[in-house]
């Protein structure tokens, strides 16, 4: 990691135990304490400020021009890289559970990765109110910036098995970040995992696992035979079942989320060219029309 790129720690904060919320509650007869400098480690701060660093996070707009719109567009693009962030750190915590077959606890986080792609899908509705005219007063300032660019949606797909690793070396001219991308692209993915449980149910032979974890996945007509065998018999299969469905409410509201996105910039810029390249809402169109996981698509077809 180049030494440029610099990522700060958690600042010094006292912890409470709950004895000492229990007493700061008595002593305060249940109101809120306004003293803000009680429990507080930096004398220029609070213990609010501190632990989720909101100075610092305040800090990070910088719109580019005096049109009061772009920081309606500014500040969701911060929001969704945070929910990026969340959605990539939860799948990956899904993938590890289910390589060590325990789908219980995995289908406990998985509903909260669908809960964080529902608030993402919201996130549209603010820019989704934004005028062309607003949109055309700072769209030049944006330059060759584009959503395209982001590394951590780009770490998020290829945890979800859309790998591609054209899409990891268009980072290199960065080294930190190629080395960060490129290390998630040869990660097994949140489908490799899935598969290796069908393995171990007996569901699928050995040579159906993908261990070329940096290639994009090809779908074998093997994995939609185990899928049609899980459909099948739902009570004999009750867990897989469940979990199926589950992983079908995940790609549901991520392909929520990109229509989304697509309806939101046809309806702020119709067909203008994309920053980042791309023709815009076309290239969109065809990205909202991708699906994670293929076979547990194409066998409801054949069902």
């Not at 400020?49 to 719109?69: C, G, K």
């Not at 219980?104 to 899908?121: G, K, N, Q, W």
Request: hydrophobic share 40%; proline share 6%; aromatic share 12%.
């Amino acid at each position: 990691m180049s030494s440029d790129h610099t990522v700060s720690g958690p600042r010094a904060y006292t912890p409470l135990t709950e004895q000492d919320r229990r007493a700061r509650a008595a002593e305060s007869g249940g109101e809120p304490v306004l003293d803000f400098s009680i429990g507080r480690v930096n004398e220029n701060s609070t213990p609010y400020i501190d632990y989720h660093s909101v100075d610092t996070l305040l800090s990070l707009q910088h719109p580019r021009t005096d049109e009061p719109a772009e920081l309606t567009f500014y500040i969701v693009g911060q929001v969704q890289e945070l929910l990026f962030k969340l959605m990539f750190t939860e799948v990956n915590r899904v993938r590890d559970l289910l390589f060590e077959d325990d789908l219980t606890e995995a289908m406990r986080f998985l509903r909260r990765v669908a809960s964080v792609e529902r608030t993402l899908t919201a996130c549209w509705e603010p820019v989704s109110t934004l005028t062309p005219a607003e949109f055309l007063g700072f769209r030049d300032a944006l330059g060759a910036a584009s959503g395209f660019q982001s590394y951590m949606y780009r770490q998020l797909e290829f945890s979800l098995g859309n790998k591609d690793p054209r899409m990891a070396e268009a980072y290199h001219a960065v080294p930190w970040l190629h080395e960060q991308v490129s290390k998630v692209l040869r990660a097994p993915s949140l489908y490799d995992a899935v598969l290796s449980v069908l393995h171990r149910r007996g569901l699928i032979p050995r040579k159906c696992l993908n261990e070329r974890y940096a290639e994009p996945y090809e779908p074998d007509v093997l994995v939609e035979d185990a899928w049609a065998a899980v459909y099948g018999s739902p009570r004999q299969h009750h867990e897989l079942y469940v979990f199926a469905e589950a992983l079908a409410d995940l790609n549901y509201h991520y392909s929520r989320w990109r229509t989304t996105h697509l309806l939101a910039v046809e309806r702020i810029m119709g067909y203008k060219p994309g920053t980042g390249g791309t023709l815009g809402v076309e290239w969109l169109r065809r990205v909202a029309e991708h699906r994670f996981f293929p076979e547990l698509w194409s066998v409801r077809t054949r069902l």
